[in-house]
């Protein structure tokens, strides 16, 4: 995958808080119009990446370009969707009303009534929510809420989406429809989705993996390219089996 073609390319990324070094110069690319799943434990180093790519990360070194654009550049903002683990609702605003509180804030310039109806329209419409338009968002299963934040995501038509566990809690089939409704967009849209989850089944829902541990990324390749090049039947099998070989070189470079 060449520059151009990478939705978000890092080189040397580095992120450190205090003594601890968070993101150890990583290097990776995300293929865009395709969901890449950012998988591992929590604590691995997950939302801090995706804060760096969304430009809200502080002490960022290294390179790390997003949609041709340096991460946190002025015009990306209205391209990118940013979905952040805890639900970013109102519980006292119906979804309709949310959805139209931050679209106002999105554009406050726009002067035409309709146009922003037509947005949250689609934006409800786009995460199957139309029958409960006009519920409290503090009355919605849990499921049903995430999908309210993601609406908001969806507000401006972004060309990158990143989730940041947006199915944790979820039970399974609250988490199936989600990943039906993101495979949707990535395909309806052509948009890139980064979608970060510890759970490890979720890994085989994705076009692409990048799998980290202790801030490193341990492969940044497709499922089945994982499975083959570890001889493992599934993904978590595949991330323990590099998770070993990770440890047994770290073993072998250390000073005796």
Known sequence: ??????AIRAHGLRVVRGERTVLRD???????GRITGLLGPSGCGKSTLMRAVVGTQAKVTGTLDVLGRPAGDATLRARIGY??????????????QNLDYFAAVLDPGRSHRDAREETVHRAIADV???????ALAGRLSGGQRNRVSLAVALLGAPELLVLDEPTVGLDPVLR????????RIAAD????????????????????????????????????????RTGRE????????????ANAHALQETPR
């Open 1 to 6: 995958m060449n520059k151009a073609e990478a």
């Open 26 to 32: 990583l290097d990776f690319a995300v293929p865009p």
């Open 83 to 96: 979905v952040t683990q805890a639900p970013s609702v109102y519980d006292d605003l119906t979804v309709r």
């Open 189 to 228: 849209r052509a948009a890139t989705l980064l979608v970060s989850s510890h759970v490890m089944d979720e890994a085989e829902r994705c076009h692409r993996l990048l799998l980290m541990r202790d801030g490193d990324i341990l492969a940044d390749d497709t499922p089945d390219a994982l499975r083959t």
């Open 234 to 245: 599934t993904v978590e099998d595949a991330f323990l089996h590099l998770v070993d070989e």
């Open 128 to 134: 199957d929510l139309t029958p409960h338009a006009d």
């Open 176 to 183: 199936r429809d989600l990943w039906e409704l993101f495979h």
